[in-house]
Structure formats: structure tokens, C-alpha cells
């Protein structure tokens, strides 16, 4: 092992420490099983009515919360496979708001390239500084893409005329419904990652070494029993969903979104280091229980959001090779079989 050790190796050690210390079970993973499964619920039951039906029925309401749970359920499956995701679940962002002292969190480098050429300039790589907001971002791309060629199969189905046709995009739209259903699932996950402070911060588990004027605390414990068991004793989803907040279109691209919402969670990082510093990080406490609901809630609700905005991005979004619009299919301006089916 190197002596530079990366944040999720740290903070594996640091679970192990305080498993090892208190004899209690810490999680090193964001909000663990309960959180992630109840976000991915509540903001898929919050969609709008606009949206398709299906992403609403009940079986895909829980195929989307257990699936938000499965990048943490595939950790440890080798170190190729680690090094590849692990930094996907955070970024860590100094006091003055940088991303380890070196990146601005805005506006966001175009490529995964850019950004490792930045960091690597300032003294740094992804491993330590984390990639949650490029995964949030390829992540919607990828849905909106997937919306996309859901309206085009919506839209052709009724005009096809040969049976065997009618066959092929009947069978591809139930195809790409479950593909969408496993991409949102799998996606969520880093949506919710990002409306945990601690995965937003240099200070991720206990204040990191240097100033702390404030005297917050250092212990290696805070971040897994925060996320872990705290959220399994507090979470009351009435409560979750009575915080959510209304759904209003952006206006933005998702890279602006995305910032945002990563401030909106690193602005919460010092009431909760002050509310660790209060006692308040206890179940019996109803700081701690608000504070646990009402980032819960935020993340429901930027998962309902964002899911949005890629529904409505798709619309102006185009399929195949060569690429035709999504509108020109709709209108029936282009039989889009040929280009679905493949033309090689």
C-alpha cells in the first residue's frame, strides 16, 4: 500500500478504526441502504404527470429504489473495477469552495480529460478530488438519450405496418423501458450522494488536519454514523416527502444545475459539523431528525427534477447514425425503422 492512500480507502480505515473501537456498525458508503432506496422512491413518485406512466407504476417505483443501491452493493468486486468508481461518489471541495485548492467546481471542464489535466496541474487527481459531478452529468446524458429513443419507438409503433416491424419495435420498447428504469436506478445513486455534505468536502469524516477555528470535531466517525444508523432510527418518509420541494423547470443546463445543487449540499456542511458539535447527531434529538429528513428530501426532489429536464431535453434531442431528430420522428417526417433497427 502507498502512503498516499485515496479518500475511499481512508475512509474504509476509518469505518474499520470505529467498528473495531465502538463495536458498532459504521458505513463508509452514502446514507447507506435506507437513504439511497427511500430518495430514489420518493422522487420517482413525485414525477410529473407529463412524464410517461410507466416510470411511475409501483414495480418500477421499487426497481429504482433497490437499483439505487446496487453502486454500493458492487464495491470491492476487484481494484480495476474500484479505481474505475469509487471517486464517483464524491468531490471534495476546500473552504474557499475549490475542488482540492486547485479546480473551480464552476464552470465545469467539457471532458473527463480537461478536468484530470486541471487537477493534475494543481497537484492532484480524481482518485483524491472525486468525479461526482462529471458521473452526475454523463449519467443524465445518458437518460435523456434513453428518453429519446423511447418518444421515437412511441411514436413509430402505431405507423408500422409490416408485422414483422411492428414486432421488432414493440419488443425494443420494452427493451428500453427497463433499460431506462436500470439507468435512472443506477444513476440515482449518485444523486443522492450529492446531497450529503460529507461527500461534498475535504472535511469528510471529521475536520481535516489544518485551521478549524471553529474546534469542530475531528473524529474519524462522524461520516458513517451520520449516513448509517442515524438515518435508519430518523427516517419518518411523511416527513421526507412533506420536504420536498415543488418542481420548477430550471431553465439551465445540467452542468448549472448540477453545480448548484452540489453548493446548495456543501453550504450544509458546517451546520451539520455544528450540529455534531451541539449533540444533535442523535436519533432523540429532532435537530438531528430534521436535518437528516430534510436532506433526504433534497435529494428527492433534485432526483425528480433532473429526471424532468431530461424528459423535456429529449424531445429536442436525435437518434441513430447518421443522426435524425426526434421532433422530424414525431411529425412523421422520417420513418425512423430502418435507422432503430439498424443499417450498419
Partial sequence: MTVSLSRRARLGLSALSAVIALAVPVSALAWGATGHRIIAEAGMQALPADLPAFLRKPDAVITVGELARELDRSKGAGRLHSSMRDSNHFVDLDDQGLIMGAVPLEPMAATRSDYETALRAGGSDSAKAGLLPYAMVDGWQQITKDFAHWRVLTAALPRAKDPQQRAWIKADLARRETLILN??????????????????????????DGPNPKGYSRARTIHGSFEGA???????????????????????????????????????????????????????????????????????????????????????????????????????????????????
Avoid at 183 to 208: C, E, F, M
Avoid at 276 to 300: I, T
Fill in 183 to 208: 439507468n435512472i436506478g443506477i444513476w440515482a445513486h449518485y444523486v443522492g450522494d450529492a446531497s450529503q455534505p460529507l461527500h461534498t468536502s475535504i472535511h469528510y469524516n471529521g475536520w481535516s
Fill in 230 to 344: 442515524l438515518v435508519r432510527q430518523v427516517m419518518d418518509q411523511a416527513r421526507l416527502k412533506a420536504a420536498m420541494t415543488p418542481y420548477t423547470p430550471c431553465g439551465c443546463t445540467i452542468e448549472q444545475m448540477t453545480v448548484r445543487y452540489l453548493r446548495a449540499t456543501n453550504a450544509q456542511l458546517e451546520p451539520l459539523y455544528d450540529l455534531e458539535k451541539a449533540g444533535g447527531l442523535v436519533a432523540s434529538d429532532p435537530r438531528g431528525q430534521e436535518f437528516v429528513n430534510r436532506r433526504l428530501a433534497e435529494a428527492a426532489s433534485s432526483l425528480r427534477d433532473m429526471v424532468a429536464e431530461a424528459w423535456a431535453a429529449s424531445a429536442n434531442s436525435k437518434v441513430g447514425w447518421p443522426e435524425v431528430s426526434v421532433a422530424d420522428v414525431v411529425s412523421g417526417k422520417v420513418d425512423v425503422y430502418p435507422l432503430l433497427y439498424g443499417q450498419d
